[in-house]
Each structure stands twice: as structure tokens, then as C-alpha cells.
């Protein structure tokens, strides 16, 4: 017993604790980022944005295009960061090495005390926008790839980001397979991703499986609250959550084209709180504090790896366009930098 004593009061032994214990938070809470969209005219200004994160201790960040404003912000913080390459500049990268050498240099090497996580070729991508240039995605993303091998920064990670709608026979989960039309031009990216052991960055919305189908999917099912669920027939995995079930869907498919190898990274996740079916605060509260604590612990497919998941978003956008939810996926209020609702977030003050 006294040399147990003696071992615990040790300095060394102390700080052996404190550090397997600052894992143990990384590794579970800190698998939890969020979305910085930009997409308003009343948002707080970069630097205050970044003192945002910083305050809260958050420490993943997805960004959707290159902000210098921001990328200064964040200098020195080590926020990890996903930073997109934008659809409408893959063309030119895919078509010209020198732009993805000069992107890289630009906007990566340019800022050498960020620390960029995944670099993101393209963001939901989707057939009709590569009609006769099937072959962009891989072209731009193999050019970024070796940009960045070039500069010495092999440890950046590049994928791509793709969204449920790529997907086809989600129900059962084993069923999942990418849609043809898809799969036409993301096998080639699903090979690059397992030869290169990069995550497939997928964005997963309970909110909006839950509303092309409210008669069928119990809103309770798409929130994470207590269900009856259902059983896989095929594999006999019980699913008690529609994230559970989408994101087994994804490795199912992943599995039936050469990516079974492959890591989902959850790149959005999100329910507004306004502006449509179910969208208000009570769910946008129980979907993200469930979310939250749902992520530490896998999927019934990969049961005990936390799911890296990205909250969307930070801030409610007022100039996205489209359906009139789109506006209010924000934690944040952008006026007075306020949460909308309680977040039991583990990194939150």
C-alpha cells in the first residue's frame, strides 16, 4: 500500500494522468467539430468568429472556401481544419497542375501555423454538374494531392464530399450502394481515398430523410430519442437512430465499391430551427445534444470508434438560397453571438 501511495504522488506519475486523461476527452467529446458558413450579412467578422471557437473550445472547424481573414484568425490556434476547394474552381485544378500547386502554395503553405486536417475537393457533387467531365473530381483531387506532396505536407489529407443523395436502397442498411450515376464518377476517388487511407467526408441530415418521409420514419427515430427501431435482416444489427441507419448505409455501399477499407468522416450535421416541418428549437436542441453524445460511440457497423462529426453549423446563414430551413441550422445567433439553445457540449464554457 505505501508504494501506492508513493506512485500516486508521484510528479511524473501525475502528469502521465492528466495526459491519458486529455487523450481520453480528445478522443471521445473532441471527435465533435463544427461548420464556419459564411453565407449572411449580418455575421460576427472572422476574428470574432475564431474568438467564438477558440472561447468555446472547439476544436475542428470545416470551412467551404478559402477565407484569408479567417485563415489569419486562426493562426497559431490549432483548430484542425477541413478546408473545401469550391465546385466551381475543381475545372480549372483538374485541368492545369500548376493551379493546384499555386492553390496549395497560396492558401496552405501560405499559412504554415494552421492546421489543416483535410483539404476537401468539391462539396456534394453531383452528376449534372460533371456531364462529359467525368473524370475533373480525381483529375483535381490527384493535382492537389501531389501539390501538396511537393511542398512537403503529405500529412493533409485529400477527399472529396459527397451527401446521402449519392446513395440508393438505404433501407435495410446492408441494402446501401451508391447510385449509378454517381458511382460513375466517385469510384475513381474511392479507390484514391483507399489507396491513400483518407476518409470519404459524407454529409448525413436526419431532418431532411425525416421530411421526404414523415408518415414512415418516426420523428423520434431521426432525433435519437427512445424507438422501438428495427433489425437488419441481413446482418441482424439492431438500428435504434436514422443516423445510425444512413451512415451503415454509406459503409455498405462503400463495401460493395472497393472502399470497405474507407473511414466516414460525418462532414454536416445539422436541424434548423425554423422555416419548415418539425424545424424548431425543442429539436434542433434534442438532435445536437444527442448527436453529440451519440458520436462517441460508433455505429452498430463500427461499434466503439467515435464517428468524426461536424455540426452544422456555427451561425444561421440569411443569404443561403433554396428551402427557407436552410437559413436556421445555426447554434448561434450571428446579431448577439449567442447559443439559441442549451448545448451540453463537453468543449463548451
Avoid at 467551404?64 to 490556434?77: C, E, K, Q, T
Avoid at 473511414?263 to 434548423?272: I, N, T
Wanted: glycine content about 6%; overall charge neutral; aromatic content about 10%.
Amino acid at each position: 500500500m505505501s508504494g501506492v501511495r508513493m506512485l500516486a504522488s508521484s510528479p511524473m506519475l501525475l502528469l502521465l494522468l492528466s495526459l491519458l486523461m486529455a487523450s481520453f476527452f480528445d478522443t471521445t467529446a473532441g471527435q465533435v467539430g463544427v461548420c464556419y458558413g459564411e453565407m449572411g450579412n449580418n455575421l460576427p467578422s472572422n476574428s470574432e468568429a475564431v474568438d467564438m471557437f477558440k472561447r468555446n473550445n472547439i476544436r475542428r472547424i470545416r470551412m467551404y472556401d478559402v477565407n484569408p481573414n479567417a485563415l489569419n484568425a486562426l493562426r497559431g490556434s490549432n483548430i484542425e481544419l477541413i478546408l473545401d476547394i469550391p465546385n466551381h474552381k475543381i475545372d480549372g485544378i483538374a485541368n492545369n497542375p500548376m493551379e493546384a500547386t499555386k492553390w496549395v502554395r497560396d492558401n496552405v503553405e501560405s499559412y504554415n501555423d494552421v492546421t489543416f486536417k483535410y483539404i476537401s475537393v468539391g462539396n456534394e457533387l453531383k452528376p449534372r454538374d460533371l456531364v462529359g467531365k467525368e473524370t475533373i473530381l480525381i483529375q483535381a483531387m490527384q493535382n492537389i494531392d501531389k501539390a501538396l506532396s511537393d511542398a512537403r505536407l503529405s500529412n493533409i489529407k485529400v477527399s472529396t464530399t459527397t451527401y446521402m443523395g449519392a446513395f440508393t436502397g438505404t433501407y435495410p442498411p446492408s441494402n446501401g450502394r451508391f447510385n449509378a450515376t454517381y458511382l460513375n464518377f466517385l469510384q475513381q476517388a474511392i479507390d484514391f481515398l483507399a489507396e491513400k487511407q483518407s476518409p470519404l467526408l459524407v454529409n448525413i441530415y436526419t431532418y431532411f430523410g425525416y421530411i421526404q418521409n414523415p408518415k414512415d420514419i418516426p420523428l423520434e427515430f431521426a432525433l435519437f430519442k427512445p424507438t422501438k427501431g428495427f433489425i437488419d435482416d441481413n446482418n441482424k444489427l439492431p438500428y435504434q437512430n436514422l443516423f445510425d441507419a444512413n451512415l451503415d448505409s454509406v459503409y455498405a455501399a462503400l463495401e460493395k465499391s472497393r472502399g470497405g477499407s474507407l473511414e466516414v468522416v460525418v462532414s454536416e450535421s445539422g436541424w434548423p430551427t425554423q422555416g419548415g416541418l418539425e424545424a424548431n428549437v425543442p429539436n434542433a436542441e434534442a438532435y445536437i445534444n444527442n448527436l453529440i453524445q451519440h458520436v462517441k460511440n460508433g455505429s452498430p457497423k463500427r461499434p466503439g470508434k467515435p464517428i468524426t462529426t461536424y455540426i452544422f453549423a456555427m451561425f444561421d446563414e440569411n443569404d443561403k438560397p433554396d428551402a427557407e430551413t436552410e437559413k436556421y441550422f445555426g447554434m448561434f445567433r450571428p446579431t448577439d453571438k449567442k447559443l439559441k439553445y442549451g448545448v451540453n457540449f463537453p468543449n463548451f464554457n
